[in-house]
C-alpha cells in the first residue's frame, strides 16, 4: 500500500499564536533568577529557535541551562494562557483528513511539550501525529520532518512554517514549502528562503493541493 501524503506543519506561529505565553515565560525566568532582561522586541526575533540559543545572547554561558531549565519548568504550567490556534487552521486541518492527506507537527519544541500543547489548545483530534526535536539536530536541519514522516508512515507533500528554518528544513528534506506570514517572520524575510509560496493564511494549500 502506497504511503499517504503528508502535509507538515510547524506549531508556534503556524498552526498556533503562542506568541505571548512564549514571550512571558521567557522574560519572566530573568526576574525569577535575578538577571537583567532584554527587551521583548529582542526575544521576539529569536522566536522558534532552540531555547539555550535564544538565553546565551542574554545570559552567562555557564548559567545557560539553569534558564532553559526555568523556562521549561514555567512554560508547562502558562503554555495555554494565551495560546490559541489561527483563524482557519481547524477547518483547513479537517479538510486534509477529507482529503486523505496525513496531518503531521515538526517542531523545535521536544514532543512532550510540543503534544501538552496540542492538546492544551484541542488540537489533537485534527492532527495524525505531533513530532519534537528530541536529541537530534534542530531546524533548519531537516532531522524532525524525517522523523514525523517515518513516524507516521508517510511520504511529504508541503512543509509549511512561519519561518525561514521551517523553509530551508522542508526544502531539504524534499518539500514543496509554504510560508506563512501571521508568524515570527514577514514576507520579505521568507522570501529569501525562497518558499514555493508565501500566504497571510494557509487557506490558500487547499487549492495547490
Same mark, same amino acid.
Given at each position: *500500500?502506497?504511503?499517504?501524503?503528508?502535509?507538515?506543519?510547524?506549531?508556534?506561529?503556524?498552526? /498556533? !499564536?503562542?506568541?505571548? !505565553?512564549?514571550?512571558?515565560?521567557?522574560?519572566?525566568?530573568?526576574?525569577?533568577?535575578?538577571?537583567?532582561?532584554?527587551?521583548?522586541? *529582542?526575544?521576539?526575533?529569536?522566536?522558534?529557535?532552540?531555547?539555550?540559543?535564544?538565553?546565551?545572547?542574554?545570559?552567562?554561558?555557564?548559567?545557560?541551562?539553569?534558564?532553559?531549565?526555568?523556562?521549561?519548568?514555567?512554560?508547562?504550567?502558562?503554555?495555554?494562557?494565551?495560546?490559541?490556534?489561527?483563524? +482557519?487552521?481547524?477547518?483547513?486541518?479537517?479538510?486534509?483528513?477529507?482529503?486523505?492527506?496525513?496531518?503531521?507537527?515538526?517542531?523545535?519544541?521536544?514532543?512532550?511539550?510540543?503534544?501538552?500543547? /496540542?492538546?492544551?489548545?484541542?488540537?489533537?483530534?485534527?492532527?495524525?501525529?505531533?513530532?519534537?526535536?528530541?536529541?537530534?539536530?534542530?531546524?533548519?536541519?531537516?532531522?524532525?520532518? *524525517?522523523?514525523?514522516?517515518?513516524?507516521?508512515?508517510?511520504?511529504?507533500?508541503? *512543509? /509549511?512554517?512561519?519561518?525561514?528554518?521551517?523553509?530551508?528544513?522542508?526544502?531539504?528534506?524534499?518539500?514543496?514549502?509554504?510560508?506563512?506570514?501571521? +508568524?515570527?517572520?514577514?514576507?520579505?524575510?521568507?522570501?529569501?528562503?525562497?518558499? !514555493?509560496?508565501?500566504?497571510?493564511?494557509?487557506?490558500?494549500?487547499?487549492?495547490?493541493?
Amino acid at each position: *500500500m502506497r504511503p499517504k501524503p503528508a502535509i507538515v506543519f510547524d506549531l508556534d506561529g503556524t498552526l /498556533v !499564536d503562542s506568541l505571548d !505565553d512564549i514571550l512571558d515565560t521567557f522574560l519572566a525566568t530573568f526576574d525569577e533568577l535575578g538577571e537583567a532582561g532584554p527587551e521583548r522586541s *529582542m526575544v521576539r526575533a529569536l522566536v522558534g529557535r532552540p531555547l539555550d540559543e535564544m538565553y546565551s545572547g542574554f545570559v552567562p554561558p555557564a548559567r545557560v541551562a539553569t534558564f532553559v531549565a526555568a523556562y521549561r519548568e514555567r512554560y508547562r504550567r502558562h503554555l495555554a494562557d494565551k495560546t490559541r490556534p489561527y483563524p +482557519g487552521v481547524v477547518d483547513v486541518l479537517s479538510e486534509l483528513a477529507e482529503r486523505g492527506y496525513a496531518r503531521l507537527v515538526a517542531t523545535t519544541k521536544r514532543s512532550v511539550t510540543a503534544r501538552e500543547l /496540542v492538546a492544551a489548545v484541542g488540537l489533537t483530534g485534527y492532527l495524525d501525529h505531533v513530532q519534537g526535536t528530541d536529541g537530534f539536530p534542530h531546524k533548519p536541519a531537516p532531522d524532525v520532518i *524525517m522523523h514525523a514522516l517515518a513516524a507516521a508512515g508517510a511520504r511529504g507533500a508541503w *512543509m /509549511v512554517g512561519d519561518t525561514t528554518s521551517d523553509i530551508v528544513a522542508g526544502r531539504a528534506a524534499g518539500l514543496r514549502t509554504f510560508g506563512v506570514t501571521w +508568524g515570527t517572520h514577514d514576507a520579505a524575510t521568507l522570501a529569501a528562503a525562497e518558499p !514555493d509560496v508565501v500566504e497571510p493564511t494557509i487557506g490558500l494549500l487547499l487549492r495547490l493541493l
